[in-house]
């Protein structure tokens, strides 16, 4: 196997606050391989954003990686300095596009300027060579080269997250995250918007780790998936299997409460109840609380994430039930267009 | 749209409503003399809401959804057309009738940052509303609506502020606020967008049960029909400021007739990575209100257009119940009665 391009190793991390630290992820191992798509997806507070900003040096400033390693083509970096980061990391290696991004542009500088400042800090480009690039990515993110000049304000929301795109992709990074790009959207803006980052995943070596809440875009965009919960990561493997044998409670609980299209009279499920404010060490596994199937084991120890089948590559899933979830899973109500019992519908 | 029984007056009704917002033109402007376009963000809009009855409003960002609503609710006066109240025009209303209508009627707005008091506390957000309305006071009225929205227990909020609420339990805040006067309308903007899935999921459900327990009626706003198509019974698609279809939530999910109805069907993501679902042949976004040119104001972006979508569709009724305004859906010596299609605010410019 290759050298995965990113990796977490069972990093925990915790926010100092009044009432003491909280964990806002616990234990959470996955990885990126290079050149692929993979989506973080989880409730609102579960983490995501936590996860990712630790990866560019970006958490707040009471927050803090207190245990693992985050390994960026297999060097350790969750130590790296502010310099470090700079010199080595930001932009040229991982770019990042933050939630809320549309307010990430600065409203003063025209959008060129931008991407010229980046390039003088961030890399050897002339002035000329560098707005010549940022043409060109203004060509593939569909956003006209002539517009280069413009203000901020002069784009609409869904022009805005291109342009931030372009950006992103201005030093041909080797990572892009991008948290929640286009939860702001419309459905339109948003597809125009992937429209534009198939056509970077076919045209560059780029890898993407897209975080987001809506497992609808992930499945549709990205090879990879891991789901988290309550800072834990409870699944993670390959679109297809977690479509097909989703093996976690909670993803099984997760991929039946999504609304789809084509079945209009499906009766959406309801998660009921809320992740867990984790304070302190966390010892319990953090969907306990809402797990339909929850045992006396599962308050007493997180459990590890496993393997889930000998075919299945990669795919984990940490539950201690993993091996009756599929079993247990026939219990719910049969939905339209889902498979029962977790064999694949080919 | 069903026809209304002679003896029962919808609850809400809008005729050829208009929302125009005229640009005060730069200096060089005066100096010239030239005079701008208006905006027409709301234009011809149609339609009667019965008691108990779920209508979506649907379209993409600027279509003109929330001015819509704004002008339905009397925040902004309307340029052209007409708001009935069961039956009253506001035009007509007197200060009670006023003061009737905005106990009623409802709005949910939009952004959930902006819509509370940074100041107030949950509690104090909640108050409010009933020392407007003149509705007594009690802590069980206010714990209700916070169980109502699943803000439990709702000691835990009571004192938080606005920035002490996540985005979710702000919306939820909002919706509280909307429910606790007893309104017999809600008009909802976009209420569960800043929800993930399953809280949406509780919340569309929420909506719909009040619906019915209340006898509310609802127009509910939403860029995404998948969200919408649980509660809705009618759909209205919106595109710059103009309804360009209207039918049975069903209908429109299963044949839509207009080209941007389908459109707005094909962006809608779908939870399965073996679907492959072609991204949106829609490119760019629509023009500028302020430039809008004559004819389909979804021309320069339809896939189907023809020469003779530069003059303005009529609306027609292309299934039953289902009122679509395109070419593609009568011939041009077409001369079908349209008198349904005048109740739709379907005539031509
Ligand atoms: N600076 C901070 N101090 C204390 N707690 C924090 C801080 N930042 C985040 N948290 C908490 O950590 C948890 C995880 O937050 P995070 O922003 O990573 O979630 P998220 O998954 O990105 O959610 P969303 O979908 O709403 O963006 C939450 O409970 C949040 O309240
Ligand atoms: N007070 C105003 N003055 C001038 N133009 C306005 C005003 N309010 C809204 N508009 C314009 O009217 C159009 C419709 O805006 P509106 O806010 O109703 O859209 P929307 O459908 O609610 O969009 P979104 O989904 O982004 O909320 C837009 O072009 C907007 O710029
Ligand atoms: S470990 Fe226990 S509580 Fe957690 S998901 Fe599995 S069965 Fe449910
Ligand atoms: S009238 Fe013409 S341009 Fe407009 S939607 Fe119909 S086919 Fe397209
Ligand atoms: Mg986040
Ligand atoms: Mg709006």
């Not at chain 2, 041009?332 to 109740?343: G, K, Y």
Request: proline share 7%; with cysteine.
């Amino acid at each position: 196997m290759t050298e995965p391009l990113l990796e977490f190793r069972d990093v925990t991390i915790q926010y100092q606050t009044n009432r003491g630290p909280v964990t806002a992820v616990s234990g959470a191992s996955f990885s990126i391989e290079p050149g692929e798509f993979s989506g973080l997806v989880g409730e609102s507070g579960s983490g995501k954003s936590t996860l990712v900003k630790s990866v560019i040096g970006g958490l707040d400033s009471n927050g803090e990686v207190t245990a693992g390693k985050i390994l960026y083509k297999g060097e350790e970096i969750q130590d790296y300095t502010e310099e470090e980061l700079n010199e080595k990391i930001r932009w040229k290696e991982i770019s990042y596009i933050p939630q809320s991004s549309m307010n990430s542009l600065d409203p003063l500088q025209r959008v060129s300027e931008q991407a010229v400042e980046i390039a003088s800090v961030h890399s050897d480009l002339s002035k000329s060579e560098a707005l010549e690039r940022f043409k060109e990515l203004f060509e593939i993110v569909g956003l006209s080269p002539d517009r280069i000049d413009d203000y901020p304000h002069q784009f609409s929301g869904g022009m805005q997250q291109r342009a931030i795109t372009a950006l992103a992709l201005f030093l041909d990074p080797a990572l892009i995250i991008a948290d929640e790009p286009t939860t702001a959207l419309d459905v339109i803006m948003q597809d125009q918007i992937f429209k534009y980052l198939d056509r970077v995943k076919a045209n560059t070596d780029t890898s993407m780790l897209l975080i987001t809440h809506d497992i609808s875009v992930v499945f549709e965009s990205c090879e990879q998936i891991a789901v988290l919960h309550g800072g834990q990561v409870c699944e993670s493997g390959s679109v297809e299997d977690i479509y097909r044998n989703p093996t976690h409670p909670y993803s099984i609980l997760l991929q039946r409460a999504f609304p789809d299209i084509r079945y209009p009279d499906r009766k959406l499920e309801i998660i009921e109840g809320h992740p867990p404010e984790q304070l302190g060490e966390v010892t319990e596994c953090s969907f306990v609380e809402r797990c339909p199937w929850a045992v006396d084991a599962c308050y007493e120890n997180a459990p590890p994430l496993e393997n889930v089948s000998e075919s299945e590559q990669n795919h984990q899933s940490a539950c201690f039930r993993n091996d009756e979830t599929h079993a247990l899973k026939g219990e719910l109500t049969e939905l339209a267009g889902l498979t029962d019992g977790g064999e694949p519908n080919e | 749209m069903e026809v209304n029984p002679m003896n029962e007056t919808p609850v809400l009704e809008i005729r050829n409503l208009e929302k125009y917002f005229t640009r005060k033109g730069g200096f060089l402007d005066s100096l010239f003399g030239s005079s701008k376009e208006p905006i027409r963000a709301v234009d011809d809009v149609s339609l009667a809401l019965d008691q108990n009855e779920v209508q979506g409003i649907i379209g993409e960002s600027g279509c003109g959804k929330s001015t819509l609503l704004k002008t339905v609710i009397g925040l902004t006066d309307p340029t052209g057309g007409d708001i009935f109240y069961k039956g009253k025009p506001l035009s007509e209303f007197s200060k009670r009738d006023w003061k009737e209508f905005r106990k009623n009627v409802q709005i949910i707005f939009q952004n959930p940052f902006e819509s509370l008091d940074p100041k107030f506390t949950v509690r104090e957000s909640l108050i409010e509303p009933l020392k407007i309305h003149d509705i007594e006071y009690s802590e069980e009225r206010i714990h209700d609506a916070l169980d109502r929205v699943q803000l439990n227990p709702p000691q835990k909020y009571l004192d938080r502020l606005p920035k002490q609420l996540s985005g979710g339990e702000k919306q939820r805040v909002s919706i509280a606020r909307a429910i606790i006067v007893e309104p017999d309308v809600i008009l909802a903007d976009e209420p569960v967008s800043m929800l993930d899935v399953s809280t949406q999921a509780a919340i569309l459900r929420l909506l719909s049960d009040l619906t019915e327990e209340l006898g509310l009626s609802m127009l509910y706003i939403s860029h995404d029909l998948s969200t919408v198509s649980d509660i809705c019974d009618l759909i209205h698609v919106m595109y710059l400021g103009r309804v360009v279809e209207t039918a049975p939530t069903n209908q429109i999910l299963g044949q839509p007739r207009h080209p941007y109805s389908q459109a707005l069907i094909d962006a809608i993501p779908i939870p399965d990575p073996f679907s492959d679902r072609p991204r949106t042949a829609l490119d760019g976004s629509p023009p500028s209100p302020e430039e809008l040119e004559a004819g389909c104001r979804f021309k320069d972006r339809c896939p189907e257009r023809m020469p003779r979508c530069d003059t303005a569709p009529k609306k027609v009724e292309t299934d039953p119940d289902q009122f679509t305004a395109c070419h593609l859906h009568y011939e041009e010596s077409d001369s079908r009665p349209n008198t349904e299609a005048a109740l739709q605010g379907g005539n031509t410019q």
